[in-house]
């Protein structure tokens, strides 16, 4: 194939613009070092044999599978999306690994633990707390659930990509996708950021110690780049231990340089932390008991599961589901025997967030996830003592009207599976969500959220209420403006509120502090 006219070489001065634009957007998906994960390779010269302007389309338009439209979102701009292609031409930049010193030298306590309230300093609902992140200022949002008022806004890192609540709930523990973690105190008059550290430069997962007699006492941080997980004081965030997860392909394949710590979560059964490499295919779990002895010794089980590990979550509060999503697989770990449980296909591309579970009539206690690539929601038996006939197979694969789903959510006190659609190409779908009828199996109505495609703007991640009887979703817009939360009730899907002001910009993932904290 005769490659297309080879455009110039990026300048210094573009390369570092273009390695910023790519690490914020491209690399998760695609990897710092373009292996491919989530999103495909980008071998430089397949890409030159695809051309300029072929990238430059992909990246504005997007593709069906997953590609988001960056161009058409306005995200990028004409000359962003020109330098992003001619980037992709040339070989990739190795991003710097920071030293632990480097590291060290980033955490900071704002408020010790000693000088913080020992009940809340405000009359709040603080378990019906929502933390709503901004994506691209760099804050999260902290809304009273009850009375839909906003508390305080604080400073997070870049594109904070997960909240996860502390054992006891009080505290957020927030991630950005710049390696920086926050920890936002509830308690507080307003609730604040009393510590943060900035352990990577890339990270997506974030985990407090959960186990009884350890609760809150250490933290552990999962690094894209460099590839390591980095164990902190839980309740300062003081860097105490790295650990490099450069390994081979599950135990006896290539020598993976960029295996990235994709989901963590903490055992309900053991002093543990589940820990997914994405591109090594291993679920390690890590063994906390023992860091406060001399040496820091800290045990790792390494268990063989496949390749892409990326999110997932809790069935039954002993099965960990984990999409292996570039190969369409749903990984299950039951933490209490410690072992590699099943292996059950999926649908393209799984992303199920947390997923979903719930109590079906026919086959017992289920859990769910989406999928990006294909319009479907894969319902698989999680209940292999009381429903072994069901267990670890799919008992229904549910029809969507769209691809590009990202996030289902549930509650036990809600008739229906809530779907979004934010990944579509099509703005349309985009601005879309869906209910499913949990004992039917499936979607009893799709409707498009008035307002949203007029921002231009996707309705991302249902989160429920404490209570189970309101359902909020974001509506994800551009940085220069405002959008909304909707609020639905979780019983007849009709809105109920809308909130809106001018810092409601690029609302992505909410997270409610009960529902976060007891995995609901």
Same mark, same amino acid.
């Given at each position: ?14 390369? #570092?613009?273009? =390695? ?20 495909? $390779? ?19 338009? %997007? ?10 979102? %306005?995200?990028?701009?004409?000359? @962003? ?8 031409? #040339? ?46 200022? +760099?804050?999260?949002?902290?809304? @009273? ?28 523990? =927030? ?40 609760? *809150? ?15 902190? @004081?839980?309740?300062?965030? #003081? ?8 390994? !081979?392909?599950? +135990? ?6 960029? /295996?990235?710590?994709? /989901? ?22 890590? *063994? ?14 390494? &268990? ?26 749903? &990984?299950? &770990?039951?933490?209490?025997?410690? #072992?590699?449980? /099943? ?19 026919? !086959? ?16 698989? +038996?999680? @209940? ?13 694969? &549910? ?20 779907? *979004? ?8 779908? =985009? ?43 974001? $509506?994800? %817009? ?22 809106? +002001? ?11 502090? !009960?529902?976060?904290? !007891?995995?609901?």
């Amino acid at each position: 194939m005769a490659l297309a006219q080879a455009p110039a070489p990026l300048s210094p001065a573009e390369k #570092e613009e273009a =390695a910023k634009i790519y690490f914020d957007r491209c690399a998760g998906c695609h990897g710092v070092l373009r292996k491919g994960a989530t999103g495909p $390779a980008l071998d430089p010269k397949k890409m030159a044999e695809k051309g300029v302007e072929y990238l430059k389309a992909v990246i504005f338009g %997007g593709l069906p599978g997953g590609m988001p439209d960056w161009g058409r979102q %306005g995200i990028l701009k004409e000359k @962003d999306i020109e330098l992003v292609a001619r980037f992709l031409l #040339e070989q990739p930049p190795a991003p710097p690994v920071p030293t632990f010193e480097e590291i060290k030298k980033t955490w900071k306590v704002h408020v010790p633990p000693e000088k913080r309230p020992t009940k809340p300093l405000h009359n709040r609902n603080w378990q019906n707390f929502f933390g709503q992140v901004l994506r691209d200022t +760099g804050q999260v949002a902290i809304i @009273d659930g009850d009375k839909k008022e906003l508390v305080s806004i604080v400073p997070t890192g870049f594109a904070t990509h997960i909240l996860r609540s502390s054992a006891t709930g009080r505290y957020f523990m =927030a991630i950005g996708r710049d390696g920086k973690a926050s920890l936002i105190d509830l308690w507080m008059n307003p609730p604040q950021v009393v510590a943060e550290s900035k352990p990577c430069l890339d990270a997506r997962s974030i985990e407090s110690s959960k186990f009884k007699g350890y609760e *809150d006492k250490y933290a552990v941080v999962g690094c894209y780049w460099p590839p390591t997980m980095v164990v902190l @004081d839980g309740l300062t965030l #003081e860097p105490l231990k790295m650990v490099s997860t450069i390994s !081979y392909a599950k +135990g006896a394949g290539e020598l993976v340089m960029e /295996a990235r710590v994709a /989901a963590i979560v903490a055992s309900h059964f053991n002093p543990e932390w589940i820990v997914n490499l994405k591109e090594s295919g291993q679920t390690w779990l890590v *063994d906390y008991s023992n860091l406060h002895k001399k040496g820091r010794p800290l045990p790792i089980t390494m &268990i063989d599961t496949n390749l892409f590990l990326h999110d997932g979550g809790w069935a039954l509060k002993r099965y960990f589901i984990v999409a292996a999503n570039a190969l369409n697989k749903l &990984i299950v &770990i039951d933490t209490k025997t410690r #072992e590699f449980a /099943a292996e059950v296909e999926a649908g393209v591309r799984p992303h199920p967030g947390r997923g979903s579970n719930w109590e079906h009539p026919t !086959y017992g206690p289920v859990w769910a996830t989406g999928n990006i690539g294909s319009p479907e929601v894969t319902v698989v +038996g999680v @209940d292999p003592e009381k429903h072994p006939q069901y267990a670890w197979k799919v008992v229904k694969r &549910i029809t969507l009207p769209y691809t590009g789903n990202l996030f289902i959510k549930t509650h036990p006190n809600s008739p229906w599976v809530i779907v *979004d659609f934010p990944m579509s190409p099509s703005p349309q779908a =985009a601005a879309s969500l869906c209910a499913i009828d949990k004992r039917k199996l499936e979607v009893a109505k799709c409707w498009e959220v008035p307002g949203a495609q007029e921002l231009k703007a996707r309705m991302v991640h249902p989160e429920f209420n404490k209570g189970g009887t309101e359902i909020w979703v974001s $509506a994800w %817009g551009s940085k220069d403006t405002p959008t909304f939360i909707v609020v639905y009730d979780a019983l007849t899907l009709k809105e109920k509120a809308r909130i809106t +002001g001018d810092w409601v910009r690029t609302p992505t993932g909410k997270f409610n502090v !009960y529902n976060t904290a !007891y995995d609901i």
